[in-house]
């Protein structure tokens, strides 16, 4: 089965510009997480999604975040305008249910100039 | 804030057992521990995840302590693809999202 994409690969934006990021959760996976990596810090806990509602947002920085999932299938992450301390790689990962094992996709590097 | 503490880095000789240790001191009754890796710049991947009892399986060993306040991942047979940074996790909360520290670089020598 196909494991957990998104896109794009990397993403380099000027300050102030939007960007929006997409994840693709293993098909039938309801649980979708979006994670992120600033340089030198560790991995942290944005938002988690079951189907298309959202069940914890505790994590998203501040109001220029807006994730959504339509549909309960894919999911998008929008930075709007974006800023200098946006920069990090920005992780999706999805399980079946919520004690399933969470599978991670490869990341989306954004770089913010 | 991170829930686990593990060394920053360790070496290990290719063929040789890898024991990657970790604490975690304050982990609740309900909450499981999770082992990830990351190989340069890929997505985190899943190496195992145990609660009390101890777990193998293709990929790796676990070995929790009977006060659950520290475990040990074990890679039997170290390889020079093992070279990651490895992860342990505490996996918290209704919504079981996983609370990540620095990890452990592991760097296998040949």
């Known amino acids: 089965e196909a494991g957990v994409t998104q896109f794009p690969s990397h993403s380099v934006i000027e300050k102030g510009q939007t960007v929006t990021l997409r994840c693709d959760p293993i098909s039938g996976h309801d649980n979708l997480y979006w994670y992120r990596r600033v340089m030198g810090k560790e991995i942290k806990f944005l938002l988690h999604f079951v189907k298309e509602s959202k069940q914890d947002e505790s994590g998203m920085p501040n109001n220029r975040f807006l994730a959504e999932r339509t549909g309960g299938t894919y999911s998008t992450l929008k930075v709007q305008p974006a800023e200098l301390e946006d920069s990090g790689v920005y992780f999706c990962?999805?399980?079946?249910?919520?004690?399933?094992?969470?599978?991670f996709g490869p990341g989306t590097r954004l770089t913010v100039l | 804030d991170a829930k686990t503490t593990q060394p920053p880095s360790m070496d290990c000789a290719e063929g040789r057992a890898a024991n990657l240790p970790c604490n975690h001191s304050?982990?609740?009754?309900?909450?499981?521990v999770y082992w990830y890796r990351q190989i340069h710049s890929q997505g985190p991947q899943y190496i195992i995840h145990?609660?009390?009892?101890?777990e193998t399986n293709e990929m790796a060993s676990l070995i929790i302590t009977e006060d659950r306040k520290s475990s040990t991942l074990i890679l039997p047979h170290a390889t020079l693809r093992d070279t990651a940074v490895y992860y342990c996790i505490v996996q918290a909360g209704n919504n079981r999202k996983l609370i990540w520290g620095l990890g452990t670089s592991l760097a296998v020598n040949p």
């Open positions: 304050t982990i609740s009754g309900n909450e499981y």
């Open positions: 145990g609660l009390k009892n101890n």
């Open positions: 990962a999805s399980s079946r249910i919520r004690t399933d094992t969470q599978y």
